[in-house]
């Protein structure tokens, strides 16, 4: 058999996806300027702003906008000398001291200290109100956010604190659960989400502003104060309730090869290479997809396309040549998941269970070690998106990476404790499904260091259903990070590094448990087979793809199907 010559290319029109997106630089608006400087702690009541100055150990209440101005309509001098961190709980302002290790509950009308609690902790930075009255604190340099009694100060309970240079924080009700604290960051200038209930931190979002000081949260709004610019800035939470954030554009080519040759005295009777063509996602929006040679587009199982290659009869140097070239512009995401707005088991359409909650040869969901796990991390909670996460959390804690070969099976890679991406990935599959979570994995191939570089190795990941959002990336491999802050962004999120290939539940009717390339081929005698499969990434130009491609609503710019197959 002679080389396979390239005779026509086909450049595929690509589905379309939500659409639904959001950005945090878009999301903060600026509101007020703070008329004094060294500001800790923020405070939003009626038409008024309240913060303490560190430098002048005064509580500071002060009006007015952004078109007109601010001014101070009134003050308060502190008993302490360091103001730290600022709470309020309908009647009394709670305000820490670093210098003396006190924290002081104020009466702004009359200026009277009305009670002094011991800080059971140093360098408290930040203070909320719970719902039932009692204080947490977050400190600077600590592991954990502390629950305090508002009687006496004493401590009723800990939780892993998401980052150790936390600097403020507030309470967010909750109609299910115990309630939210927003926990800012100066150190990352983040502001994370965590749930008191499980301890977890949930997601984080961009700070505004640099040095994050001041957090309140009134109505569905966030507002956040800077210590370094003493500007106050506004969310809409509710506007981003289960929605996907994009940042971070990277505009690139990549190009997947594939080659089976024959190089022994035998032959290859036969030979296939499966490429898995990918789409628009939530991550990606394609320009081009261009496969190159002679092959037929089928459809698994899955619904994903696969471009098959074949020849027959190979001799000693035939070979079989497969590409692909991938156009686009890709994105980091991230879903900022609201627990309480999650649905129920119920919720899940028929469909997407019947095809993702089933068993399969690398999950075995009846293993004693999965159900075990399952009664023990799962227990008794409802909520399927604290399933999921507890599960997440334990696979993260349980597993070592180590790519030895091999994908084995997720009772063998959980009772072991070690196992590669695709190892992590078909464990939490198994455990969400045992749980009655639909989950499936994705494949793809990854920017590994400069921006123009080679992959041979890939990446896989899970995808879980989560009603109302829908199908949500979660990278426990990824997520194996020491603070929850870090953490819980591969719960719901990935970087821009990726160009998705692949989707599948698992034994695929043409890839099998392979993502990216396949390859299948039968032989006779000495034949001596060569398989090589690799990807290929490289900036794309900004000629390539101009700026009229993308409106700024980050919307997909609808590319003509220029042949058939």
Request: aromatic letters at 14%; charged letters at 25%; proline letters at 4%.
């Amino acid at each position: 058999m002679k080389k396979v010559t390239l005779i026509f290319c086909l450049i595929f029109s690509l589905s379309a996806f939500s659409g639904d997106y959001f950005n945090s630089s878009q999301l903060f608006k600026k509101i007020a300027y703070m008329p004094t400087g060294f500001t800790n702690g923020l405070i939003v009541k009626d038409n008024s702003f309240f913060t303490t100055d560190r430098h002048k150990d005064i509580l500071y209440q002060f009006e007015g906008s952004i078109n007109n101005g601010f001014k101070i309509k009134k003050f308060v001098e502190l008993p302490n000398y360091e103001p730290s961190a600022l709470a309020f709980n309908g009647k009394l302002f709670a305000v820490a001291d670093l210098e003396k290790e006190f924290i002081y509950l104020i009466d702004f009308e009359t200026g009277v200290c009305v009670k002094t609690l011991p800080a059971p902790y140093k360098r408290i930075t930040g203070l909320a109100f719970d719902k039932d009255g009692n204080l947490w604190a977050c400190i600077y340099r600590g592991k954990n956010l502390v629950k305090i009694s508002k009687d006496d100060g004493t401590t009723l309970r800990e939780i892993k604190s998401p980052f150790p240079t936390v600097s403020a924080m507030c309470f967010m009700p909750s109609k299910t659960r115990e309630g939210y604290l927003w926990v800012a960051d100066r150190g990352k200038d983040r502001i994370y989400l965590v749930d008191i209930e499980s301890g977890l931190t949930v997601f984080y979002l961009k700070s505004p502003v640099p040095y994050p000081t001041g957090l309140y949260f009134k109505d569905g709004k966030l507002y956040v104060s800077c210590y370094q610019k003493d500007q106050v800035y506004v969310a809409d939470i509710n506007s981003i309730k289960n929605k996907c954030e994009r940042f971070d554009i990277r505009d690139a080519k990549v190009t997947v090869y594939s080659t089976i040759e024959c190089m022994g005295t035998g032959k290859i009777t036969e030979a296939k290479a499966f490429i898995a063509v990918p789409v628009n996602r939530d991550n990606q929006e394609l320009k081009k997809v261009k496969l190159y040679g002679k092959y037929k587009v089928v459809k698994d199982q899955y619904g994903q396309k696969v471009a098959v290659y074949s020849a027959k009869d190979m001799e000693n140097g035939d070979f079989l040549n497969s590409k692909m070239e991938v156009e686009g512009r890709f994105f980091a995401i991230s879903y900022k998941i609201f627990p309480d707005e999650i649905g129920t088991e119920d919720d899940i359409p028929e469909n997407i269970k019947e095809i993702y909650l089933k068993d399969d040869e690398k999950y075995v969901l009846n293993s004693p070690i999965i159900q075990n796990v399952i009664k023990k991390v799962v227990g008794n909670e409802k909520n399927l998106y604290f399933k999921a996460r507890k599960l997440f959390e334990f696979l993260a804690d349980r597993i070592n990476y180590q790519m030895v070969g091999g994908w084995d099976i997720a009772p063998v890679v959980i009772s072991r404790g070690t196992g590669s991406c695709s190892e992590y990935t078909f464990s939490y599959i198994a455990l969400c499904r045992a749980a009655g979570i639909p989950a499936r994995y994705v494949g793809s191939v990854v920017v590994r260091g400069e921006d123009a570089s080679f992959d041979n190795v890939y990446h896989r990941w899970a995808e879980i259903y989560l009603p109302p959002i829908g199908w949500i990336p979660v990278d426990v491999n990824a997520g194996d990070e020491e603070w929850q802050g870090d953490r819980c962004y591969s719960f719901g999120g990935i970087a821009n590094r990726f160009l998705i290939t692949t989707v599948g539940g698992g034994n695929s009717r043409y890839m099998k448990w392979d993502y990216n390339v396949s390859v299948d081929y039968k032989t006779i005698g000495k034949a001596n087979v060569r398989v090589e499969s690799f990807a290929e990434w490289d900036v794309l130009k900004a000629k390539k793809i101009m700026k009229t491609d993308y409106d700024t609503n980050l919307k997909f710019y609808n590319f003509e199907k220029k042949c058939c197959f």
